[in-house]
């Protein structure tokens, strides 16, 4: 797991990281290979914090964008949003797997056997 930061606007701090590292690493568990994230923290007008993330594992793809009016809440949703999007996909790779197995089961002939 590689997780890099970018802070804009703001100054970094390790209370931040630690909460966004504690709470992207529930995501490797979905995922198969190792995943690498870019989080981009930054502040608008010192009133609106806005969290920006990007996962690669493998050849999956996930982005995530929030803002709010607490940092925490927004690293929060962010990780929520990411999550919905890994079920979503592995939900829609199982269905697409159970689908296939059922034409298969449909395609084969009855067969009558003679008493």
């Known amino acids: 797991m590689n997780i890099a930061f970018t802070f804009r606007q703001m100054d970094g701090s390790d209370g931040l990281k630690t909460h966004a590292q504690e709470k992207l690493a529930r995501l490797q568990r979905f995922l198969r290979a190792p ?9 608008q007008q010192h009133r609106i914090h806005h969290v ?13 964008t929030e803002s709010s009016e607490d940092m925490y809440v927004s690293i929060d949703r962010v990780v929520d949003k990411l999550e919905r999007q890994i079920r979503e996909l592995k939900e829609a790779a199982a269905a697409k797997i159970k689908g296939a ?6 395609m084969l002939p009855d067969v009558a056997e003679d008493d």
Not at 35 to 43: D, E, G, I, N
Not at 101 to 106: D, G, L, M, P, Y
């Open 35 to 43: 995943m690498k994230v870019q989080v981009t923290l930054s502040t």
């Open 52 to 64: 920006e993330a990007e996962l690669h594992s493998g050849p999956e793809r996930f982005h995530a």
């Open 101 to 106: 197995e059922r034409a298969s089961s449909r």
